[in-house]
Protein backbone atom coordinates (compact mmCIF):
# COMPACT_ATOMS: atom_id res chain seq x y z
CA UNK A 1 0.00 0.00 0.00
CA UNK A 2 1.33 3.46 -0.84
CA UNK A 3 1.42 5.99 1.73
CA UNK A 4 -1.08 8.43 0.35
CA UNK A 5 -3.45 5.43 0.00
CA UNK A 6 -2.36 4.69 3.69
CA UNK A 7 -2.71 8.22 4.91
CA UNK A 8 -6.44 8.39 2.95
CA UNK A 9 -7.36 5.43 4.90
CA UNK A 10 -6.09 6.72 7.69
CA UNK A 11 -7.89 10.36 7.88
CA UNK A 12 -11.43 8.51 6.99
CA UNK A 13 -10.52 5.99 10.27
CA UNK A 14 -9.68 9.24 12.06
CA UNK A 15 -12.58 10.91 11.89
CA UNK A 16 -15.04 8.31 12.48
CA UNK A 17 -13.29 7.68 15.49
CA UNK A 18 -13.41 11.02 15.98
CA UNK A 19 -17.08 10.98 15.95
CA UNK A 20 -17.04 8.67 18.67
CA UNK A 21 -14.33 10.61 20.95
CA UNK A 22 -16.71 13.43 20.82
CA UNK A 23 -19.16 10.39 22.53
CA UNK A 24 -16.35 9.78 25.31
CA UNK A 25 -15.49 13.65 25.94
CA UNK A 26 -19.10 14.11 26.88
CA UNK A 27 -20.34 11.12 28.74
CA UNK A 28 -17.09 9.60 30.05
CA UNK A 29 -16.46 12.52 32.67
CA UNK A 30 -20.34 11.98 33.48
CA UNK A 31 -20.24 8.67 34.43
CA UNK A 32 -22.63 7.80 31.54
CA UNK A 33 -22.23 4.50 29.39
CA UNK A 34 -20.28 5.25 26.21
CA UNK A 35 -22.70 2.73 24.53
CA UNK A 36 -26.12 3.37 25.40
CA UNK A 37 -28.26 5.35 24.79
CA UNK A 38 -27.24 5.86 21.00
CA UNK A 39 -25.96 9.22 19.69
CA UNK A 40 -28.99 12.05 20.24
CA UNK A 41 -29.61 15.43 20.53
CA UNK A 42 -28.75 17.21 23.70
CA UNK A 43 -31.39 19.54 23.07
CA UNK A 44 -34.58 17.54 22.20
CA UNK A 45 -33.42 13.67 22.83
CA UNK A 46 -34.13 13.02 19.03
CA UNK A 47 -31.89 9.73 18.09
CA UNK A 48 -29.39 10.62 15.88
CA UNK A 49 -30.06 8.92 12.46
CA UNK A 50 -27.06 6.77 10.59
CA UNK A 51 -26.94 9.29 7.72
CA UNK A 52 -26.86 12.12 9.73
CA UNK A 53 -23.62 10.39 11.50
CA UNK A 54 -21.10 10.66 9.02
CA UNK A 55 -18.46 12.68 10.11
CA UNK A 56 -18.03 16.26 9.31
CA UNK A 57 -20.35 15.62 5.88
CA UNK A 58 -23.51 15.55 8.25
CA UNK A 59 -23.30 18.59 10.47
CA UNK A 60 -22.42 20.58 7.07
CA UNK A 61 -25.51 19.26 4.94
CA UNK A 62 -27.28 19.82 8.40
CA UNK A 63 -25.77 22.99 8.86
CA UNK A 64 -24.70 22.88 12.06
CA UNK A 65 -28.47 22.26 13.03
CA UNK A 66 -30.52 19.15 14.72
CA UNK A 67 -32.81 17.12 11.88
CA UNK A 68 -35.56 17.43 14.60
CA UNK A 69 -35.54 20.49 16.67
CA UNK A 70 -33.38 22.79 14.50
CA UNK A 71 -31.08 23.51 17.37
CA UNK A 72 -27.18 24.80 16.72
CA UNK A 73 -25.15 21.77 16.89
CA UNK A 74 -21.42 22.62 18.43
CA UNK A 75 -18.91 23.20 15.82
CA UNK A 76 -16.83 21.55 18.02
CA UNK A 77 -18.28 18.21 17.16
CA UNK A 78 -16.93 18.01 13.28
CA UNK A 79 -13.84 20.12 14.03
CA UNK A 80 -12.97 17.37 16.20
CA UNK A 81 -13.77 14.85 13.31
CA UNK A 82 -11.94 16.36 10.96
CA UNK A 83 -9.35 17.20 13.69
CA UNK A 84 -8.75 13.67 14.29
CA UNK A 85 -8.81 12.74 11.16
CA UNK A 86 -6.08 15.48 9.62
CA UNK A 87 -4.14 14.20 12.61
CA UNK A 88 -4.03 10.46 11.78
CA UNK A 89 -3.38 10.89 8.41
CA UNK A 90 -0.60 13.31 9.06
CA UNK A 91 1.26 10.38 11.34
CA UNK A 92 0.91 7.82 7.99
CA UNK A 93 2.57 10.41 6.05
CA UNK A 94 5.42 11.16 8.23
CA UNK A 95 6.15 7.81 9.55
CA UNK A 96 4.91 5.78 6.20
CA UNK A 97 2.42 2.50 6.11
CA UNK A 98 4.60 1.26 9.34
CA UNK A 99 4.06 -1.00 12.24
CA UNK A 100 5.21 2.86 14.18
CA UNK A 101 2.52 4.82 12.51
CA UNK A 102 -0.29 2.06 14.04
CA UNK A 103 1.19 3.43 17.53
CA UNK A 104 1.59 7.12 16.78
CA UNK A 105 -2.19 6.86 15.89
CA UNK A 106 -3.14 4.88 18.70
CA UNK A 107 -1.39 8.31 20.52
CA UNK A 108 -3.21 10.31 18.66
CA UNK A 109 -6.97 8.96 19.62
CA UNK A 110 -5.67 9.13 23.53
CA UNK A 111 -4.84 12.33 23.20
CA UNK A 112 -7.57 13.91 21.49
CA UNK A 113 -10.60 13.22 24.46
CA UNK A 114 -7.35 13.58 27.09
CA UNK A 115 -7.64 17.50 25.95
CA UNK A 116 -11.47 17.58 25.54
CA UNK A 117 -12.10 16.54 28.86
CA UNK A 118 -9.37 18.64 30.47
CA UNK A 119 -10.59 22.00 29.02
CA UNK A 120 -13.44 21.16 30.14
CA UNK A 121 -13.01 19.37 33.28
CA UNK A 122 -9.74 20.17 34.09
CA UNK A 123 -9.19 16.92 35.23
CA UNK A 124 -7.74 13.94 33.15
CA UNK A 125 -9.40 10.52 33.45
CA UNK A 126 -7.50 7.43 34.85
CA UNK A 127 -9.95 5.39 33.05
CA UNK A 128 -8.03 6.86 29.40
CA UNK A 129 -4.68 6.90 30.93
CA UNK A 130 -4.53 3.46 32.90
CA UNK A 131 -5.44 1.44 29.83
CA UNK A 132 -3.28 4.12 27.15
CA UNK A 133 -0.37 2.75 29.00
CA UNK A 134 -1.03 -0.65 28.82
CA UNK A 135 -1.78 -0.74 25.43
CA UNK A 136 1.37 1.39 24.50
CA UNK A 137 3.70 -1.76 26.14
CA UNK A 138 1.70 -3.99 24.33
CA UNK A 139 2.11 -2.04 20.74
CA UNK A 140 6.18 -1.43 21.69
CA UNK A 141 6.56 -4.80 22.76
CA UNK A 142 4.95 -6.46 19.55
CA UNK A 143 5.20 -4.10 16.73
CA UNK A 144 8.56 -2.31 17.53
CA UNK A 145 10.40 -4.75 20.03
CA UNK A 146 13.47 -3.25 19.84
CA UNK A 147 11.95 -0.15 21.09
CA UNK A 148 10.69 -1.60 23.96
CA UNK A 149 13.67 -0.74 26.31
CA UNK A 150 14.25 3.06 25.07
CA UNK A 151 10.20 3.70 25.34
CA UNK A 152 10.08 2.19 28.99
CA UNK A 153 12.96 4.38 30.04
CA UNK A 154 11.35 7.60 28.31
CA UNK A 155 8.19 6.70 30.50
CA UNK A 156 10.03 6.78 33.41
CA UNK A 157 11.83 9.78 32.26
CA UNK A 158 8.89 12.03 31.50
CA UNK A 159 6.61 10.64 34.14
CA UNK A 160 9.22 10.97 37.16
CA UNK A 161 10.37 14.57 35.66
CA UNK A 162 6.59 15.83 36.22
CA UNK A 163 6.31 13.71 39.46
CA UNK A 164 8.78 15.65 41.01
CA UNK A 165 7.85 18.57 39.78
CA UNK A 166 3.90 17.75 41.04
CA UNK A 167 5.58 16.77 44.84
CA UNK A 168 6.99 20.07 44.78
CA UNK A 169 4.54 21.64 43.54
CA UNK A 170 1.50 19.97 43.56
CA UNK A 171 -0.81 23.45 42.83
CA UNK A 172 0.98 23.72 39.70
CA UNK A 173 -0.34 20.55 37.98
CA UNK A 174 -2.01 17.21 38.77
CA UNK A 175 -1.49 13.38 38.88
CA UNK A 176 -3.58 13.04 36.04
CA UNK A 177 -0.84 15.12 33.86
CA UNK A 178 1.77 13.17 35.34
CA UNK A 179 0.18 9.71 34.18
CA UNK A 180 -0.39 11.45 30.83
CA UNK A 181 3.47 12.00 30.50
CA UNK A 182 4.49 8.12 31.49
CA UNK A 183 2.18 7.33 29.04
CA UNK A 184 3.63 9.91 26.22
CA UNK A 185 7.08 8.03 27.20
CA UNK A 186 5.85 4.89 26.37
CA UNK A 187 4.30 6.11 22.77
CA UNK A 188 7.56 8.43 21.43
CA UNK A 189 10.31 7.35 23.30
CA UNK A 190 13.50 9.06 22.95
CA UNK A 191 10.67 11.95 20.78
CA UNK A 192 9.39 12.50 24.72
CA UNK A 193 12.19 14.97 25.62
CA UNK A 194 10.92 17.77 22.55
CA UNK A 195 7.50 16.90 23.39
CA UNK A 196 7.62 17.82 26.99
CA UNK A 197 9.89 21.03 25.85
CA UNK A 198 7.23 22.12 23.52
CA UNK A 199 4.48 21.63 26.52
CA UNK A 200 6.73 23.92 29.30
CA UNK A 201 7.50 26.19 26.75
CA UNK A 202 3.02 26.65 25.32
CA UNK A 203 2.18 26.47 28.85
CA UNK A 204 4.50 29.25 29.88
CA UNK A 205 3.47 31.08 26.89
CA UNK A 206 -0.40 31.18 27.41
CA UNK A 207 0.36 31.75 31.52
CA UNK A 208 2.30 34.35 30.75
CA UNK A 209 -0.51 35.94 28.39
CA UNK A 210 -2.96 35.25 31.17
CA UNK A 211 -0.99 37.04 33.71
CA UNK A 212 -0.33 40.24 31.75
CA UNK A 213 -3.89 40.16 31.22
CA UNK A 214 -5.11 39.79 34.62
CA UNK A 215 -2.21 40.68 36.32
CA UNK A 216 0.09 38.71 39.34
CA UNK A 217 -2.78 37.40 41.67
CA UNK A 218 -5.82 36.87 39.78
CA UNK A 219 -3.46 35.07 37.00
CA UNK A 220 -2.08 32.74 39.12
CA UNK A 221 -5.63 31.79 40.47
CA UNK A 222 -6.49 30.89 36.93
CA UNK A 223 -7.02 27.49 36.58
CA UNK A 224 -4.75 26.58 33.24
CA UNK A 225 -5.24 22.68 32.68
CA UNK A 226 -1.86 21.54 31.72
CA UNK A 227 -2.82 18.34 29.85
CA UNK A 228 -3.50 19.97 25.69
CA UNK A 229 0.11 21.36 25.96
CA UNK A 230 1.09 17.67 27.02
CA UNK A 231 -1.08 16.48 24.34
CA UNK A 232 0.17 19.39 21.93
CA UNK A 233 3.96 18.26 22.77
CA UNK A 234 2.92 14.26 22.12
CA UNK A 235 1.82 15.61 18.58
CA UNK A 236 5.38 17.40 17.65
CA UNK A 237 7.30 14.60 19.11
CA UNK A 238 4.90 12.35 16.91
CA UNK A 239 5.56 14.33 13.85
CA UNK A 240 8.72 15.44 14.41
CA UNK A 241 10.25 14.69 17.29
CA UNK A 242 13.04 12.31 16.44
CA UNK A 243 14.27 14.73 13.75
CA UNK A 244 14.65 17.24 16.73
CA UNK A 245 16.74 14.70 18.94
CA UNK A 246 19.43 13.97 15.82
CA UNK A 247 19.73 17.63 15.04
CA UNK A 248 20.17 18.28 18.77
CA UNK A 249 22.37 15.48 19.29
CA UNK A 250 24.46 16.57 16.15
CA UNK A 251 24.50 20.10 16.61
CA UNK A 252 25.87 20.00 20.46
CA UNK A 253 27.20 16.29 21.23
Do not use: Q
Request: with cysteine; glycine share 12%.
Amino acid sequence: MTTAMAAVLAGILGAVVGSFLNVVAYRLPRGESLSHPPSHCPNCGAPVKPYDNIPVLSWLLLRGRCRSCKEPISPRYPIVEAGTGLLCALVVIVKGPEAEAIIGIVLVLILVPVTLIDLDTTIIPNKITYPGFVVGVILVAVLETDMLVESLIASAAAGGFLFVAWFVHPRGMGLGDVKLAFVMGIYLGRAVAPAMFTAFIAGALVGGIIIARLGVAKGRKAGIPFGPWLALGGVVGLLAGDEIVDWYVDTYL
